[in-house]
């Protein structure tokens, strides 16, 4: 190795050896290019074992050899893998430890380890169907598949590429000639091998979750299985036409809960059985769940997980997380089929094997034996079991062959005297093994797992047996190792090498133990736990309880100072950032009275303050700076040797680049975990921590400033040595070996690492080189104790992940032959004694806990002592009060004392009402909320109970025993008010939206032929109606009015024609859409075949094959809801109807009560007046029972609640069981006893009364002695009266009982036959209960049809809107494209008409029409690469030339078609041009058009394939529903109805008697029966009737036949005629439609009136300026002759001029000076006349240019 890998992931060093091996060995050939086919790898090449295998790394400048380490024996077991158990042969196992995978004979113990290949650890091992290889899947970046010989452990083949970071699973095919591997996160790459050429033959993603197996098929190796989190997928080699590939169906869990999925077997017939999370197996069939296999009674199959199926021989095994391995029937499996909606199928195993409590088998996996075959288990529980799956009499026990401890490995311990190590983990046990032999030598169980262990040093222990354990309960063992043999008396005896016995145990913490440390004198131990705390021990024969000291947070280490420091010092340090110094406690100096905390003991504080991102900042700092001192140094260079040139350079600096931001100083939120840490020198300390700060060993130092509060220190270590490649894999573990100065560190990842040490201590220099070596596994191996031996010649390290690696420190050279272990004697008197009672309760006191519990139990006795004394005290006092009240009672009255004078002081009594009043007042407000909570319970409870509950009354008859009672009901329930009010039902849903469907089907029906109009014709329609809107009409001729009125009655007419065809298309298209089709049936013909039908009569039975099921009859949940509704509603109804008579019967049994009392009242008082013997006994006054007062039940007051309280507190002491209910008795005893006046017997009564009378006749006699005769005749009267009222009364009375027992009576017969409806009604609800019990077993499936026939008919609708756009987008298409083509056709045709007949120049302007324009581009996009390839060779330009002249043509053409030809219009070439360039957009939009409507077409096609799936599964789907509905209707079917019938009713006699089976008999109401019977007749009726119609109609029908055939006929005939009449006529076929829409030429003809409108416009105009040319002809001519007359003046001017010059000259020579002065006058008005004629002849010239301008303007 070159270097250490930074991580996990990186490659070991070797690999490009590997890669130049593999190369050199597969071919001897050099490197084939990609396309020449791979040569095969011999069979008989291997790789080499040294250049494979990853081993120790040292850097570049240690001195530490290579081999420091030599690797001993593993005495682990990673348990808690799935698979991580390989049988080679029947002795020998494979197994994952770490970077080993270690092979070991299970019958001598050797162990053959082989280290993975790249350090990254390793993922699986399986093993090959032959026993001959096996194959280790690694871990780390890109990891390998190596390839071993078994049983020589060579290196076949390697594996490449198949995974990112991991391999998670592989396994052989049944042949062993492929390998199937699977990945790990990220990537999940299932991959299959052709493994012995080392080639990738197929790979794919298994999954995006975690994958945990992958298995090939037994019977079928083109099929594999992978499973894991919540999945399961079946895979398949497929031949598809792109070669062979993967392809997975991803199982389905439909309706079971999901489940992650951990074992799978394929069954031989293609089916799968899984496991699941919850025990139960999985029948996979099809990529869904068959069943669901249970056991009996809905048991589950395993208590817990299934983490295997096996099928071997043809029996399936399943093996569980609960230690059991059962078999089941195959068959039975195969074949199951669900018998309920549940899914669920119950059967029983054949065997099963359970191996014990605390078992919790992974895998196994079988092996042959001498013909023999046996099974090998792996336990998570720490344990390799061999078993015999034969299940007979002669099957072996199962044999647990290996034991290990199960998870992670918390702590362990060397003797300081031999070689014997011990350690302890989670799984409860701690173990002592004998690293000189690689053997366990015994184990102890406890109750709960061990955190922490300490092997006693021989200053406290001299024999080296002694060993402290700590648990994570808080409790701390002490144990000692022993040999047995040495007892006294058991020499011989004992079969254990070594034995532990528990010395003594205590519980000094409430939270797990986590770290035990002896001192070096040997006089104090120290326990430090999770609950912040660290307790101190007295060593002696028994450990004694110093006491303890709290600490900032939960303990991580504790460590003792050396003994090279002069005081005994112990540093702890805690998880959370501190660490804390404190002196040895001395035993005996603390007062331990009443607690053991210890306050008073000098702590010193250090709270770790984050120093790593103020190094990261002064790193980059120099960094950056150094990188300036470069920069600067190359340019000063620079300057150097340009001026060594003779070059002048400018001495101006460079503007630097500005700089990146430094990053800020990062102080973590949550304080880094110390790891580990140790002494350095008195109060200095060196710490190793994790998250945010590692990478660094910190040294530090406690300072001597007493704050306070730690929590707010902010330390800072004072030096900082850097680790290399530590950021994220800190040291948790550091130990020293004193024999070779070396350090050890334990690795997060699992590695060892040993750096040198000097005698100066530790430095950067020293820590910089270093030997590094993967030990444990790289993931969940963190090393948690690194230990030497004691002779420093043996290294020990054990990890989370289970392993114990032992390694030799010295060479082999220097290792002694023979190491035999020296088990410690035992104790003296051990033998004798008692077994030490260990603490079993988790939840025991810990010592500080039982001493403040005896404090407080002490505190609380003193209290009671105290509270004791006062009361004898005031007893005391109470007792001579009462005696001053005897003797002051003794005393004469005038001497004794009143009450009041006794009371001292008057306030003190008011003092103490107003606190009693006080105290009640808060005991009320205390138990407000109490109260106010039993009140809402009370409410409750009488809304639960009772309001939802009518009193059952019972009235009783006055003189009979007849009774009657209500019915006792419950309110009504909201969900079926609810489900009655709910009329729209899901199926009235679905039917609505058939219904929809079906006319939208309908309503599609008219041809499409009609839609699409010609935009032609829609052009002449906006024309037509663009001439039919009114305009300034301007003034023109006759001609062109009615031209244009010719032209308006064209397009009436073409109107009017248009019209006329349209409307006879209507009319053919309604004709046709009347029409009815092959399959048309008549509505009205349907609905009476319908009523027919509905009322034919025939019942047919529900359970016949011909019973067709309407869509009235399909019963749904809520259709049978609002049956059962409706039904309870009406009982219920009948019931209160006549709870109601029944009340109304009890008011008139008290209304007669009271009559009958006032009754008896008045007889009372006639009875006063008569003799005793004239007396009639008066009737009994009835009494209402209890029972017809129910309601009085329910009332209370205070006095029935303490009654009842009595009662109860009697019954509670007795502890007898009362006849009857206490509380009922007390409520009838207030709420029923008679009143006072009406209590009593009557004949009491009367007894009464009677005796009064008596006393009132004495008294009448005393006062009237002797009566008159009138007085006697008087009383007789009134004697008669009386005893006249009295008969009467007493009748009343009776007739008063005897009619209210006749209402009783009567209501009781109505109410008897209403009791038998309501159970004929009552049966009726448990036949709609049941039927409505099945009804919701099946909605769920026809919810789910129903759903997707709603779905599907959604779809439907959206497809077939989708495709009226389509269908409308491709006409707007068609159209667009359509008139494109007219254009392009009116282009050509107005390039012929600009052409005219025989141009000379017409084919090359058709060239120049016609021809592409793209060859022009060509030649431009061609100049411009040549003007941008100025300064290439004229070689390599010719070709590009010659190029584009054959692209676009010869220059000629370019040339021609950019200059007009000679002797051509120049206005008709620029006309072509621009036609050409109007015809190439036209053929532009014409393409992109085309290619629309192409993609439309397309996209429409696709639709309506999908349309026709869509109804196809929609009928599919409406045929599933019918069928279940059948199949609804037949499981209703099988309902057993109960009819009650009596003997009158039953008609179907055999022989005169009752039939024994009723099974083929049918039950009809009175009305059904005769209805059928009246029908018969009817139907008779109706039938004749029908025979007659029927008559009727055929006749009718061959009559229409015949009509139809004549017209057919005569149709025939008329098209033979209009063909022969046109062609004669036309000499073709012709279509009339297109004549009449084509006949005239609309456009053209408005064009023509345009151009007349025109022509009269250019007419009127040219008129106009040929009268404006006239009138200026006149002006002309009139200023012509101004002029010639102004001319004709001036000649005649002239001439007088001249005559007057010829006279004056005259003049001049005749007389001289005489007229000098008149001849200067004569020149002057010359000149005057000569000017003027000038300015004339100036306008002359003007008039004339503007008449020739005039002209002009005329032209």
């Known amino acids: 190795m070159e270097q250490e890998p930074a991580e996990d992931a990186e490659a070991d060093p070797s690999e490009d050896n590997l890669d130049k091996q593999d190369n050199t060995q597969v071919s001897s050939e050099p490197q084939k290019r990609p396309e020449e086919v791979k040569e095969k790898i011999d069979e008989a090449f291997f790789y080499t074992y040294e250049d494979v295998y990853s081993g120790p790394y040292a850097t570049d400048d240690t001195e530490i050899p290579i081999d420091l380490l030599i690797f001993k024996h593993s005495f682990g077991y990673d348990c808690t893998r799935p698979v991580n158990l390989m049988i080679m042969d029947r002795n020998t196992v494979g197994y994952v430890a770490g970077n080993q995978v270690i092979l070991q004979n299970l019958k001598t113990k050797y162990q053959k380890h082989v280290r993975s290949s790249r350090g990254g650890g390793i993922g699986f091992i399986t093993a090959h169907p032959s026993k001959e290889y096996f194959a280790v899947g690694e871990k780390g970046k890109k990891p390998n598949i190596v390839i071993y010989t078994y049983p020589s452990v060579r290196p076949y083949r390697i594996l490449k590429g198949g995974t990112e970071v991991a391999y998670v699973f592989g396994d052989f095919n049944r042949t062993g000639t492929l390998l199937a591997s699977v990945g790990s996160?990220?990537?999940?790459?299932?991959?299959?091998?052709?493994?012995?050429?080392e080639e990738t033959l197929l790979r794919s993603k298994a999954f995006a979750q975690d994958v945990y197996k992958v298995m090939f098929s037994a019977e079928n190796e083109e099929h594999l299985t992978t499973c894991g989190s919540g999945h399961i997928r079946f895979w398949k080699m497929a031949l598809t036409l792109t070669g062979l590939k993967l392809q997975g169906a991803l199982g389905r869990f439909g309706k079971t809960a999901v489940s992650d999925i951990i074992g799978f077997v394929e069954l031989p017939d293609g089916k799968v059985v899984s496991g699941t999370e919850w025990g139960n197996l999985l029948l996979w069939e099809g990529g869904l769940i068959k069943v669901e296999l249970c056991q009996v009674g809905h048991k589950p199959c395993h208590e817990g997980p299934v983490s295997q199926l096996v099928f071997d021989e043809g029996e399936l095994y399943s093996v569980g997380k609960d230690g059991v391995i059962r078999m089941w029937n195959f068959e039975v499996v195969d074949t199951a089929d669900p018998v309920d909606d549940t899914g669920l199928v119950e059967m029983e195993p054949m065997n099963e094997l359970w191996l014990g409590k605390n078992v919790s088998l992974n895998f196994i996996t079988k092996i042959h034996d001498h013909g023999q075959s046996f099974w090998f288990a792996q336990d998570t529980s720490g344990a390799i079991w061999k078993l015999d799956l034969t299940f007979s009499n002669m099957s072996h026990d199962p044999e647990r062959v290996c034991t290990f401890h199960s998870g992670g490995i918390e702590a362990i311990g060397v003797s300081p005297f031999t070689c014997l190590m011990a350690t302890t983990a989670l799984d409860r046990s701690v173990r002592i093994y004998d690293f000189s032999s690689n053997s366990q030598l015994s184990i102890i169980k406890f109750k709960q797992g061990g955190t922490a262990l300490a092997w006693?040093?021989?200053?406290?222990?001299?024999?080296?047996?002694?060993?402290?354990?700590?648990f994570e309960d808080g409790v701390v063992r002490i144990i000692e190792v022993y040999d047995p043999k040495l007892l006294p008396g058991h020499a011989g005896q004992a079969n254990e090498i070594a034995e532990i016995n528990l010395k003594q145990v205590f519980k000094p913490h409430a939270a797990a133990v986590t770290a035990l440390a002896y001192e070096q004198k040997g006089d104090v131990f120290a326990t430090g736990s999770k609950d912040k705390t660290v307790f101190f021990f007295a060593i002696e024969d028994e450990y004694k309880p110093i006491g303890f000291i709290c600490v900032p947070g939960p303990v991580q280490a504790l460590q003792w100072s050396p003994p090279s420091h002069d005081k005994s010092m112990l540093l702890i340090l805690c998880v959370n950032g501190f660490a804390v110094q404190v002196p040895a406690p001395l035993h005996g100096k603390q007062d331990t009275v009443t607690t053991y905390h210890i306050k008073n003991l000098p702590s010193q504080y250090f709270h770790f303050y984050s120093i790593k991102s103020r190094i990261k900042l002064e790193e980059e700092i120099a960094r950056r700076e150094k990188e300036k001192q470069k920069k600067e140094k190359a340019r000063l260079e620079w300057i150097k040797q340009q001026k060594e040139l003779g070059l002048e350079v400018e001495g101006t600096k460079e503007e630097e680049p500005e700089e990146e931001p430094l990053p800020p100083i990062y102080i973590p939120e949550e304080a880094s975990p110390i790891l580990c840490g140790f002494y350095s020198a008195p109060g200095k300390f060196w710490l190793s921590l994790g998250g945010y700060d590692s990478g660094f060993l910190y040294h530090c130092e406690f300072s001597h400033d007493d704050e306070e509060d730690p929590e707010k220190r902010k330390d800072e270590p004072f030096e900082v040595i850097p680790m290399e490649n530590t950021d994220n894999n800190p040291i948790h573990q550091i130990s020293f070996c004193t024999r070779t100065p070396l350090m050890f560190c334990g690795m997060q990842d699992g590695s060892l690492r040993a750096y040198p040490l000097s005698e100066e201590g530790l430095s950067v220099g020293t820590l910089k080189d270093y030997w590094y070596l993967n030990v444990h596994d790289n993931d969940n191996g963190q090393i948690r104790g690194i230990c030497c031996s004691h002779d420093d010649g043996c290294l020990i390290t054990c990890g989370g992940d289970g392993n114990i690696f032992t390694f030799d420190l010295l060479s082999e050279e220097e290792l002694p032959k023979e190491l035999k272990v020296t088990i410690p004697p035992p104790r003296r008197g051990l033998e004798k004694e008692k077994a030490t009672e260990d603490i079993k309760d988790p939840d025991v006191l810990t010592i500080e806990e039982y001493k403040q519990k005896k404090e407080h139990e002490r505190?609380?006795?003193?209290?009671?002592?105290?509270k004791n004394k006062k009361r004898e005290e005031l007893r005391a006092l109470r007792q001579d009060f009462v005696f001053l009240l005897q003797k002051n009672q003794e005393l004469p009255k005038h001497m004794q004392l009143h009450r009041e004078e006794f009371e001292m002081d008057r306030r003190i009594f008011e003092e103490l009402d107003r606190q009693t009043l006080r105290r009640m007042q808060l005991v009320q407000k205390q138990l407000a909320w109490e109260h106010e909570k039993q009140l809402i319970g009370l409410q409750k409870l009488q809304t639960q109970f009772r309001d939802s509950l009518e009193f059952t009354l019972i009235v009783h008859a006055i003189q009979s025993n007849h009774q009657i009672s209500t019915y006792s009901l419950l309110t009504v329930s909201e969900k079926y008010a609810q489900d009655k009010k709910h009329e729209d039902s899901k199926g009235a849903v679905l039917k609505e939206k058939w219904t929809a469907l079906k006319e939208a089907e309908q309503a599609e029906e008219i041809p499409r032929k009609i839609i699409p109009v010609h935009r032609g014709s829609v052009a002449f329609e906006k024309e037509a109606e663009r001439l039919k809107t009114p305009e300034v009409r301007k003034p023109t001729t006759r001609y062109i009015e009615s031209r244009r009125q010719k032209i308006r009655r064209l397009v009436e007419k073409y109107d009017a024609l248009k019209a006329k065809i349209m409307k006879r298309r209507a009319e053919w298209h309604e004709l046709y859409k009347s029409k009815p089709g092959?399959?048309?049936?008549?509505?009205?013909?349907?609905?009476?075949?319908?009523?027919?039908?509905?009322?034919?009569?025939?019942?047919?039975?529900?359970?016949?094959?011909?019973?067709?099921?309407?869509?009235?009859?399909?019963?749904?949940?809520e259709k049978k809801m609002m049956q059962l509704a409706i039904l309870e509603d009406l009982i219920h109804k009948t019931k209160v109807n006549m709870n109601k008579e029944i009340v109304s019967l009890r008011d008139l049994k008290v209304s007669t009560i009271d009559e009958i009392k006032s009754l008896v009242k008045e007889v009372k008082s006639i009875q006063a007046n008569l003799d005793v013997s004239e007396h009639l006994p008066i009737p009994l006054i009835p009494q209402l029972h209890p029972d017809e007062v129910p309601e009085k039940i329910v009332e209370y007051n205070s006095d029935v609640l303490l009654k009842f309280k009595e009662e109860q507190e009697a019954k509670a002491k007795l502890k007898e069981p009362l006849e009857g209910c206490p509380s009922s008795r007390a409520f009838r005893h207030v709420f029923l006893q008679t009143p006072p006046g009406e209590e009593g017997d009557p004949m009491t009564q009367a007894g009464g009364a009677s005796a009064a009378v008596i006393e009132e006749q004495e008294a009448f006699e005393m006062e009237k002695a002797e009566p008159t005769e009138m007085e006697l005749e008087i009383l007789k009267r009134e004697k008669i009266k009386n005893l006249y009222l009295q008969e009467t009364l007493i009748k009343k009375i009776n007739t008063l009982v005897i009619n209210f027992d006749a209402e009783l009576r009567l209501l009781r017969h109505k109410k008897l036959k209403m009791d038998v409806q309501m159970k004929s009604a009552d049966l009726r609800c448990i036949t709609c209960c049941e039927e409505l019990l099945i009804l919701k077993k099946l909605e769920i499936h026809e919810d789910l049809l129903e759903e997707q026939i709603c779905a599907l008919i959604n779809k439907q609708?959206?497809?077939?809107?989708?495709?009226?756009?389509?269908?409308?987008?491709?006409?707007?298409?068609?159209?667009?494209?359509?008139?494109?083509?007219?254009?392009?056709?009116?282009?050509y045709a107005s390039f012929e008409a600009s052409l005219g007949e025989n141009n000379e120049f017409a084919d090359v302007l058709t060239d120049i029409l016609k021809k592409k324009v793209e060859c022009v581009e060509k030649e431009e996009v061609g100049r411009e690469a040549g003007e941008q390839n100025e300064n290439k060779e004229e070689d390599d330009e010719k070709p590009d030339l010659k190029t584009d002249e054959e692209n676009c043509g010869s220059e000629s053409i370019v040339?021609?078609?950019?200059?007009?030809?000679?002797?051509?219009s120049e206005d008709l070439f620029l006309n072509t041009i621009q036609l050409r360039q109007q015809r190439i957009g036209i053929e532009k939009a014409l393409e992109e058009e085309k290619k629309v409507a192409a993609d439309l077409k397309k996209e429409y096609n696709a639709l309506a394939i999908k349309a026709k799936e869509i109804e196809t599964s929609l009928d599919t789907t409406n045929r599933e529903l019918e069928a279940f509905q059948w199949e609804k209707l037949h499981k209703l079917n099988e309902l057993d109805v109960v009819v009650p019938l009596r003997l009158h009713q039953v008609q179907c006699l055999v022989d005169g008697e009752m039939p024994h089976d009723f099974s083929q008999t049918l039950v009809f109401t009175n009305q059904s029966l005769q209805y059928l019977q009246k029908r018969i007749v009817v139907l008779r009726n109706e039938k004749i009737m029908q025979r007659e119609i029927h008559k009727k109609s055929k006749e009718q029908h061959k009559q229409l036949l015949q009509d139809k055939k004549e017209m057919e006929m005569e149709i025939q005939g008329l098209e033979e005629r209009c063909n022969n009449l046109m062609m004669e006529k036309f000499g073709r076929l012709v279509d009339f439609e297109a004549v009449q829409v084509h006949s005239v030429n609309i456009p053209m003809e408005q064009m023509k009136v345009r151009i007349m409108e025109k022509e009269y416009e250019h007419f009127v105009e040219l008129k106009e300026w040929e009268e404006r040319i006239v009138v200026l002809q006149h002006q002309l001519m009139k200023l012509t002759r101004e002029n010639t007359s102004k001319l004709q003046q001036l000649n005649r001017f002239c001439h007088e001029k001249h005559q007057l010059e010829t006279e004056l000259e005259s003049l001049t020579t005749g007389q001289g000076g005489e007229f000098e002065g008149t001849r200067s006058a004569d020149i002057k008005e010359t000149a005057s006349l000569e000017s003027r004629l000038r300015h004339m002849t100036r306008e002359v010239a003007l008039l004339r240019e503007e008449i020739s301008q005039g002209r002009v303007d005329e032209m």
């Open 859 to 866: 505190k609380m006795k003193e209290a009671e002592e105290k």
């Open 185 to 197: 996160s990220p990537d999940y790459m299932l991959t299959i091998w052709d493994w012995k050429q």
């Open 1078 to 1117: 092959h399959n048309h049936e008549n509505s009205k013909d349907a609905e009476e075949i319908k009523e027919a039908r509905e009322n034919i009569g025939c019942y047919r039975l529900k359970s016949a094959t011909n019973y067709i099921l309407t869509e009235d009859e399909c019963i749904s949940t």
């Open 1455 to 1464: 040339f021609y078609d950019s200059v007009c030809p000679e002797g051509c």
């Open 1357 to 1387: 609708e959206d497809i077939r809107s989708k495709l009226k756009s389509y269908l409308a987008q491709m006409e707007d298409r068609k159209c667009e494209i359509v008139m494109l083509e007219e254009r392009e056709k009116a282009l």
């Open 456 to 470: 006693a040093p021989a200053v406290v222990n001299p024999e080296g047996g002694l060993i402290a354990v700590g």
